[in-house]
């Protein structure tokens, strides 16, 4: 079993920055593909971005690509995800999830272990 605890939300204005991290309580944490997704308001939860076990590639959905970056730490036992430039339209809570799969799928089902999920409020 792998428990998996976000940190980093909170609120922020339009433009600005926030980075978000996910640590994992196992010793085998770099076998695990991370991923980030995201549920709006009303709205189904959606894939974000994705990172390989290694942390080396890394896999983003369009609406962020440019602005997001994911990155890992294995050592730590940490996922992050830089959120640039935020927007409105990004105000959702995040997930963090861990995969047995390969980091290059974007369905939900292929992630075994979620974590709890954080609050991005972004304001105009």
């Known amino acids: 079993q792998v428990q998996l605890v976000e940190s980093g939300g909170g609120l922020v204005q339009a433009g600005d920055s926030l980075r978000l991290s996910c640590t994992a309580s196992?010793?085998?944490?770099?076998?695990?593909?991370m991923g980030w997704f995201r549920q709006a308001p009303g709205k189904e939860r959606e894939f974000v971005a994705s990172?390989?076990?290694?942390?080396?590639?890394?896999n983003t959905a369009e609406s962020v690509k440019g602005r997001f970056t994911l990155s890992r730490d294995n050592a730590k036992n940490t996922v992050y995800l830089q959120m640039n430039s935020v927007k409105p339209e990004d105000t959702a809570v995040y997930y963090c999830?861990?995969?047995?799969?390969?980091?290059?799928?974007?369905?939900?089902?292929?992630?075994?272990?979620w974590g709890q999920g954080t609050q991005v409020t972004v304001s105009s």
């Open positions: 196992t010793r085998t944490f770099s076998v695990y593909a």
């Open positions: 990172i390989s076990r290694a942390g080396v590639s890394t």
């Open positions: 999830a861990a995969s047995g799969d390969s980091y290059r799928r974007k369905d939900q089902s292929s992630y075994d272990y």
